[in-house]
C-alpha cells in the first residue's frame, strides 16, 4: 500500500520569507508522479505543482518550487518569497494507478498547515 | 470555462436519513472521482468512473455507500441511512485524459453533517 507522511502539522513563516514543507512516501512504482495541492480557507483544492519521478530536475512554478530525492523517497516544497496569499492547508499527494486502469486515485498527507504572518 | 461544480454546499441531515450529493465535472471530462475528507486530515479515495463504468470502489466505507455516472457526465453518490460518522466534506474531481497523470480538478465540495 502506498503511504504519504506530512510530519508537520502546522509551519508559520514571515511574509516575504523562504519555507519548506515535507513529505516523505512509499511506493512500489517505478514511474510516478508527486503533487502538491493548495487548500485556502476557502476550503478549494488548487493543485501546485507537480514532478515527474523520472525527471531529475526539480519542478519550478513561479516561487514554488521542490526538492525531490528519488532515492530517499522525499518530497519537499520550498516556498520563496511568502505571501499573505499563501496562508493554507497544503497536502502532498501520490498518484496510484492500478494494474491495466485508465486512471488514478490520489493518496494524500494528512496536510501541513501555512500561516504567513504579516 | 466553468470547474468542477458539487450540490448542495451544505447539508444537514438528521441520523437515518438518506442523502444524495451530486458532481458535475469539467465538460469533456472522461474521469471522475469522489473522494471524502474529515476535518483536518487529508482526502481519502472513495471510488472513481471511467465514462459511465464504475472502475473502483475499494474506498468506499460500506454497502450504504453507492455511486453512479449513467451517462457518463454528472455523477450522485448515495449515502443510506446516515450516521454521524459520515459527517464529513465529500469532494468530487474530474480529469481529462486515460492513461496520463494529468491534473484531476476538484469541485467546491459538499460539506454533510449528520445530527
Known amino acids: 500500500a502506498q503511504t504519504v507522511t506530512q510530519s508537520q502539522p502546522e509551519m508559520s513563516v514571515q511574509e516575504a520569507e523562504t519555507v519548506t514543507l515535507s513529505c516523505t512516501y512509499d511506493?512500489?512504482?517505478?514511474?510516478?508522479?508527486l503533487f502538491w495541492y493548495k487548500q485556502p480557507p476557502s476550503r478549494q483544492m488548487i493543485l501546485v505543482i507537480r514532478?515527474?519521478?523520472?525527471?531529475?530536475q526539480n519542478a519550478t512554478e513561479n516561487r514554488f518550487s521542490v526538492n525531490f530525492q528519488k532515492a530517499a523517497k522525499s518530497f519537499s516544497l520550498k516556498i520563496s518569497d511568502s505571501q499573505l496569499g499563501d496562508t493554507a492547508m497544503y497536502f502532498c499527494?501520490?498518484?496510484?494507478?492500478?494494474?491495466?486502469?485508465?486512471?488514478?486515485?490520489?493518496?494524500f498527507g494528512k496536510g501541513t498547515k501555512l500561516s504567513v504572518i504579516p | 470555462g466553468a470547474g468542477v461544480s458539487q450540490s448542495p454546499r451544505y447539508k444537514v441531515t438528521k441520523r437515518g436519513q438518506d442523502v444524495a450529493l451530486r458532481c458535475d465535472p469539467i465538460?469533456?471530462?472522461?474521469?471522475l472521482y469522489w473522494y471524502r475528507q474529515a476535518l483536518g486530515q487529508g482526502p481519502e479515495f472513495l471510488t472513481y468512473?471511467?465514462?459511465?463504468?464504475?472502475?473502483?470502489k475499494s474506498g468506499l466505507p460500506n454497502d450504504r455507500f453507492s455511486a453512479e455516472r449513467p451517462e457518463g457526465s454528472i455523477s450522485t453518490l448515495t449515502i443510506q441511512r446516515t450516521e454521524q460518522r459520515d459527517s464529513a466534506m465529500y469532494r468530487c474531481?474530474?480529469?481529462?485524459?486515460?492513461?496520463?497523470?494529468?491534473?484531476?480538478?476538484f469541485g467546491p465540495g459538499t460539506r454533510l453533517t449528520v445530527l
Open positions: 474531481a474530474s480529469s481529462l485524459e486515460l492513461f496520463s497523470y494529468n491534473e484531476q480538478f
Open positions: 465538460s469533456g471530462h472522461v474521469s
Open positions: 499527494a501520490l498518484p496510484q494507478r492500478p494494474s491495466g486502469a485508465g486512471s488514478y486515485q490520489l493518496t
Open positions: 511506493t512500489s512504482e517505478n514511474n510516478y508522479y
Open positions: 514532478q515527474e519521478a523520472y525527471k531529475q
Open positions: 468512473f471511467n465514462y459511465e463504468a464504475q472502475q473502483d
